[in-house]
């Protein structure tokens, strides 16, 4: 099996953290530049954050300062910590490439929810 799998979401107050976790199986994630998705419920796709292969890192403005994308290729893993949730950060959270050489898309996960509500 090629695939992704998208972990770590969950329920958080306004103001909490999660870490999100995109672990590839059957492949190796370091030559990807790889960012993180949502889709919020009645809303479109957003790109949330990316990081290259060599490390540089991209944000969306509403994000930027409160979350933080790494990567750690022994683990062939991509993280995504999130501090100071804003219910408007409540959507499903899913993993994909963001550069040049794109990953096939059978081998996306289903995501992870992440819901922020008090």
């Known amino acids: 099996q090629l695939h992704i799998v998208e972990s770590g979401g969950g329920l958080a107050q306004p103001g909490g953290s999660l870490r999100l976790s995109c672990t590839a199986s059957g492949f190796t994630l370091e030559i990807y530049a790889i960012g993180w998705f949502r889709q919020a419920p009645g809303k479109e796709r957003e790109g949330v954050a990316c990081?290259?292969?060599?490390?540089?890192?991209n944000y969306r403005t509403s994000v930027n300062g409160r979350f933080s994308i790494s990567r750690d290729n022994a683990k062939n893993t991509v993280y995504l910590q999130m501090n100071s949730l804003k219910p408007e950060d409540t959507a499903i959270y899913y993993c994909a490439s963001c550069g040049a050489r794109e990953l096939p898309k059978d081998y996306w996960g289903q995501g992870t929810q992440v819901t922020v509500s008090s």
């Open positions: 990081i290259s292969t060599t490390g540089d890192r």
